[in-house]
């Protein structure tokens, strides 16, 4: 059986109002996971506290094996440098830095290497010596996208990663996507509203009521 990478049971959370109450959730390695749901029914604030960015009213959340929580500031940094991944839907990009080098940070810090072949499968490799601001915004996104996956973390947490994508480049992102993780024995989270793109994970919930349910995914 394949090993449980993120583990939650009984997660709620509250900001003004309760988002969500006895979440339970499982990823496992080669597994990717969609959650869905209209704004504001707090799948980004669901992926933040998985990815150890914001702590639950109630309820046990880990990583690896590990209750995150309760793992020290330095231990919590360590996870987020070398262990996790996380692409958001907007870009992030140094401004003034070329391609390269935005990756290159993110490699250096991880103490991994430009992957050469995640520039070529998101059709990049012909853009690194660009400056940001020479580049499309689909081209910036895909090369935050490569920025991620160089570090080549175990869980990908995406929120709304293909929101500002055309379609056959949406499709693009999510083939990379998935191959990774079966290629890596990693696993891949998408937080989205898009169901199209939801329906090329595994696994499919929606957060709708305070409540997490699975939701089947049709052929």
């Known amino acids: 059986m394949s090993t449980a990478l993120l583990e939650a049971h009984g997660v709620s959370h509250a900001f003004d109002y309760t988002l969500f109450t006895d979440v339970d959730f499982v990823l496992h390695e080669r597994e990717s996971a969609a959650v ?17 960015f914001i702590k639950p009213d109630s309820g046990s959340v880990k990583l690896f094996g590990k209750e995150i929580y ?62 940001t601001s020479e580049l499309s915004g689909g081209e910036q996104q895909r090369v935050s996208i490569a920025r991620v996956l160089s570090k080549k973390p175990r869980i990908i947490f995406a929120d709304e990663p293909t929101g500002n994508l055309d379609k056959e480049t949406a499709k693009l992102v999510m083939d990379v996507l998935g191959d990774y993780i079966q290629s890596h024995n990693a696993a891949l989270l998408l937080v989205t509203h898009d ?17 997490l349910q699975p939701e089947t995914i049709e052929a």
């Open 36 to 52: 869905v749901g209209r704004s504001g029914s707090g799948k980004s604030t669901l992926l933040h506290i998985f990815s150890t």
């Open 70 to 131: 309760a793992q020290s500031e330095r231990e919590i940094e360590a996870i987020r440098r070398y262990e996790i991944g996380i692409i958001f839907q907007f870009h992030y990009l140094f401004k003034g830095m070329k391609a390269l080098e935005n990756i290159e940070i993110a490699t250096l810090l991880a103490k991994e290497h430009v992957d050469e072949s995640i520039l070529e499968k998101l059709q990049i490799a012909h853009l690194m010596e660009h400056k």
């Open 195 to 211: 169901d199209e793109m939801a329906s090329r994970c595994q696994q499919r919930y929606r957060l709708a009521d305070k409540k």
